[in-house]
């Protein structure tokens, strides 16, 4: 089977430009969720989409935004970026049913470099 | 604010020793718990996962929950240096699919 598979794997970008992160999950999970890891915050939720439906959503401004196709495939858009978004951007995808018994199994990540 | 606090370490032990992680949590209605290992550079890698208090094992891994004490933790017997990696606790609530992360064991294991 599978794992998820996050691209671009490797981005550079510059302040005030926008970027979108992909992300296929594992055959027949409908649940994808979005972390940003950095050095000094560690791993942070950013989102999750649940057939096709946001529906957890983290603690981060409104220029992170996603969304989640009708195969289960997400993206997640950073606008106007800062450098302070460089970081890895982690996909998980999980059934997302079965209550807080599923676990998430990660991509690659995509590691955004902003300058 | 939910919490999940781990020693950052580095922790190190030696070839074949045990090695003991901790983590405890503050939110009463965390149902669930799991252990990621991350390499350098690399994404985090699901190990284990635990739910009712207890012992769970498996191969060389045990996870322990407490959570009348809100504690769990991860035994690795017989480490081996390609175990060295950071070891990740990660709690999950009943509402939703959303996983607090501790800030990561670092573990070395030296030959």
């Known amino acids: 089977k599978a794992g998820v598979t996050q691209t671009p794997r490797y981005l550079i970008k510059t302040r005030g430009q926008q970027v979108t992160l992909s992300c296929s999950p594992i055959?027949?999970?409908?649940?994808v969720s979005w972390y940003q890891q950095t050095p000094g915050q560690g791993l942070q939720f950013l989102f999750e989409y649940f057939s096709e439906t946001q529906r957890n959503k983290g603690n981060f401004p409104g220029r992170f935004s996603g969304r989640q196709f009708s195969n289960s495939r997400s993206e997640m858009n950073v606008s106007t970026l800062e450098l302070g978004d460089s970081a890895l951007y982690l996909c998980?995808?999980?059934?997302?049913?079965?209550?807080?018994?599923?676990?998430?199994?990660f991509g690659n990540g995509t590691r955004l470099t902003v300058t | 604010q939910k919490e999940v606090e781990q020693n950052s370490g580095p922790l190190s032990v030696p070839e074949g020793a045990i090695a003991s992680l901790n983590c405890t949590y503050s939110?009463?209605?965390?149902?669930?718990f799991f252990w990621y290992r991350q390499y350098s550079g690399k994404s985090p890698e699901l190990i284990m996962f635990i739910y009712s208090n207890g012992d769970k094992e498996d191969g060389r891994f045990t996870a322990q929950l407490n959570k009348a004490s809100q504690y769990v933790s991860l035994l690795i017997r017989d480490s081996q240096p390609s175990d060295s990696a950071t070891y990740l606790c990660?709690?999950?609530?009943?509402?939703?699919?959303?996983?607090?992360f501790g800030g990561g064991t670092r573990l070395m294991v030296k030959p």
């Open positions: 998980a995808s999980s059934l997302g049913t079965g209550g807080p018994y599923s676990p998430l199994h």
């Open positions: 055959s027949g999970h409908r649940s």
């Open positions: 939110d009463r209605g965390s149902q669930s």
């Open positions: 990660a709690v999950k609530s009943n509402a939703g699919n959303m996983l607090t």
